[in-house]
């Protein structure tokens, strides 16, 4: 049973657009009406946009105040950096992503999301609230590769956090509104209400698992949660397990085998190793062993270095030595 | 949530294993597989520096040459490890990428040491680890610690094609128990509760530990179990200094498992505690059966109970190259959030 305090779910799994807790299905607008959905979620195309009206088009009852809780999952394109024609300005490429609009005015924006690009290929996103009372970016990141994104308002703050790390808001404006008009909301989905223009392009990304909470909700364990198993287990109660995965390494033979300890009972010598085997050997034979650094010490102990030698070691026979 | 860890094995109780190779059947000891340590702070999906907590020996020695940790479910290939700043190399080495907070477990996912160059004159060696599910509700008072649907493989067997593993399972006789005691002495404890619940010597060499009062952390061998009077006798007995009048808190753990001699022995197997030996996999993984042949799936594993896990190593005769012989092993569970 979905929690609450969930007030909006969108997980892509057909190509109904079904929101899940009004149980509406969003609708589709622009030239291409073929919505492509998959595992991978929502593509977003640059002549479609989607459009959630809630049910009996009354718009979603977020009944949102003063705290608010969305996340999604996002698959960013970088398509580079605009120019004007006329000017040769060059220009961040802003694309639309969600436009939360108050039902009772029309086209007022209560919450805007914009993707903007940069010419590093990072992009970044821009909250803008309440038509522009407050409006701030988070920090780049980088296209091509999948992000999730958590962001929490509340009568005071606004906190953005990225793949699980709270990022530092960027290029700060207004001041952010005690409590916003979020009784019921359209949602649209890759359009812009304000048109296009030469620095303003439609998303090509990929969206999916968008959830809103009427709270303010900055715990670590539930982004942790979704992130790592799935929105639902934080919004579903009937979630309630998941999969444990640990995997460990045994490696092979061990690289080194150190000596421990030793022990010389006069009849043999023990050696413990640190991998638990014990080596006995003779004491005759440890104590024999000579090395000898030139040629005169082998000479000391009676033997001729011309002939005994081979490969560096001492080659005895047919002859005694002293020991 | 439940949790779940190797330990190795020992020939005596409570003990801490040092020796890696000796990890070779008995009791559970205190000593991990694994060096293990907590992240002291948050990583995010792609972050490639990993801060560790220092560990609780207060060194890293042990970490030296690790290669791999394991973080959740992720497994990560770092750089060497000389202190708790690591450089990661690969996020999701197995495939999965999660997030990590601060506190998460960190272990280090290399045992160096558990096997060695000796083995029998069919090339074979054994080893035993124990896996416990460590989760203890004082600590973690979330509501269901039970690991569900526990499943044991071999992700990946030697790379090596002189080199084959296989695992077998073994069951305790008896798994964990906590009760309180009716009457004790210095040899005996009488649990009027257990009556008739199991049968003559089902706890037969676990291990008892008193919880509470003057004996608190002692424990004793169980030599035998009375199921007509609950009674419990120990193999040596208690220090006759305590108060034997006031009953006490008890806990029995898990019966160990086999005991091998020497790391070249082959323990039994095919019996109804124990599986055969398979090289699993994730499509084959290890099943018990009762005595007519029926299956017994491994099931779930509450807290404070055990699993053995026995490892059979076994090379190629005359090989002499033993690169690439290391394996990935899997542990797959569900848990209640």
């Known amino acids: 049973m979905l929690i609450s305090d969930l007030k909006l779910l969108l997980r892509f799994n057909s190509t109904s657009l079904l929101e899940e807790v009004s149980q509406t299905n969003m609708f589709v607008y622009g030239d291409d009406s073929n919505v492509l959905v998959s595992n991978s979620g929502y593509l977003m195309q640059d002549d479609q946009y989607l459009l959630g009206e809630g049910v009996s088009s009354n718009g979603y009852n977020l009944n949102i105040t003063n705290a608010m809780t969305i996340g999604f999952w996002l698959y960013p394109v970088n398509s580079g950096i605009a120019i004007n024609e006329i000017t040769g300005a060059t220009s961040s490429i802003e694309k639309p992503l969600f436009d939360f609009i108050d039902i009772g005015s029309g086209s007022n924006s209560v919450l805007k999301i914009t993707e903007h690009t940069s010419e590093n290929g990072n992009n970044y996103l821009k909250i803008n609230i309440d038509r522009g009372t407050y409006i701030a970016s988070s920090e780049e990141y980088a296209s091509a590769q999948w992000h999730y994104f958590w962001i929490v308002y509340s009568a005071s703050t606004l906190s953005i956090v990225v793949d699980g790390i709270a990022h530092v808001l960027q290029n700060v404006s207004g001041s952010i509104p005690s409590s916003i008009n979020g009784s019921n909301l359209d949602l649209y989905i890759n359009h812009n209400m304000d048109g296009y223009a030469w620095n303003i392009a439609k998303n090509t990304g990929l969206v999916d698992d968008i959830f809103i909470l009427n709270i303010a909700n900055l715990n670590e364990q539930d982004i942790q949660t979704v992130i790592n198993d799935g929105v639902k287990f934080v919004v579903d109660d009937n979630f309630t397990t998941t999969d444990i995965n640990k995997q460990s390494i045994y490696f092979n033979d061990p690289e080194t085998i150190t000596i421990g300890s030793l022990i010389d009972d006069m009849n043999y010598i023990f050696v413990g190793r640190n991998d638990g085997k014990i080596m006995r050997g003779s004491p005759l034979l440890w104590e024999v062993r000579r090395v000898f650094s030139n040629s005169d010490e082998i000479e000391d102990v009676g033997l001729d270095p011309v002939y005994y030698q081979e490969n560096r070691f001492l080659k005895i026979f047919n002859t005694t030595i002293r020991l | ?337």
Not at chain 2, 101 to 110: E, G, K, L, P
Not at chain 2, 274 to 292: M, W, Y
Not at chain 2, 309 to 328: A, H, M, T, Y
């Open chain 2, 1 to 337: 949530m439940a949790t779940l860890k190797f330990y190795l094995t020992s020939l005596e109780p409570d003990m801490s294993q040092t020796v890696y190779s000796q990890s070779i059947g008995g009791y559970i000891s205190n000593s991990f597989v694994y060096p293990e340590t907590t992240l002291s702070s948050t990583i995010g999906l792609y972050s490639s520096s990993i801060s560790l907590d220092t560990p609780s020996s207060g060194s890293w020695a042990e970490w030296q040459g690790i290669e791999y940790i394991n973080i959740g479910n992720e497994l990560i290939k770092v750089s060497p490890i000389v202190n708790g700043s690591v450089s990661v190399v690969q996020r999701g080495y197995n495939g999965i990428v999660n997030m990590h907070i601060s506190n998460d477990v960190v272990t280090a996912a290399s045992s160096k040491e558990l096997f060695n160059d000796v083995f029998n004159s069919d090339h074979k060696q054994y080893r035993c680890i124990a896996l416990k599910n460590i989760s203890q509700i004082s600590i973690d008072p979330s509501g269901t610690l039970m690991a569900y649907d526990l499943s044991v493989y071999f992700k990946q067997n030697s790379r090596s094609l002189n080199s084959t593993i296989k695992m077998a399972l073994e069951k305790p006789e008896n798994q964990y128990l906590n009760s309180l005691s009716t009457s004790w002495n210095s040899m005996q404890i009488l649990d009027t509760s257990l009556i008739g619940i199991y049968d003559d010597d089902h706890f037969k060499n676990s291990y008892l530990k008193i919880r509470g009062g003057e004996a608190s952390g002692q424990g004793k061998i169980i030599n035998s179990f009375d199921s007509e009077t609950g009674t419990f006798t120990f193999s040596s007995s208690f220090s006759s200094l305590y108060d034997y009048s006031i009953n006490v808190n008890y806990e029995v753990f898990p019966s160990p498992a086999q005991r091998i001699k020497t790391g070249t022995i082959s323990p039994t197997f095919s019996t109804n505690n124990v599986t055969p030996l398979l090289a699993t996999n994730e499509n084959l993984s290890l099943k018990f059966f009762d005595s007519v042949g029926s299956t017994i799936e491994l099931g779930d594993l509450n807290p404070n109970e055990i699993i053995y896990l026995w490892l059979e190593r076994e090379i190629e005769k005359g090989v002499s190259n033993f690169d690439n012989n290391d394996c990935v092993l899997n542990i797959k569970y569900k848990v209640a959030k």
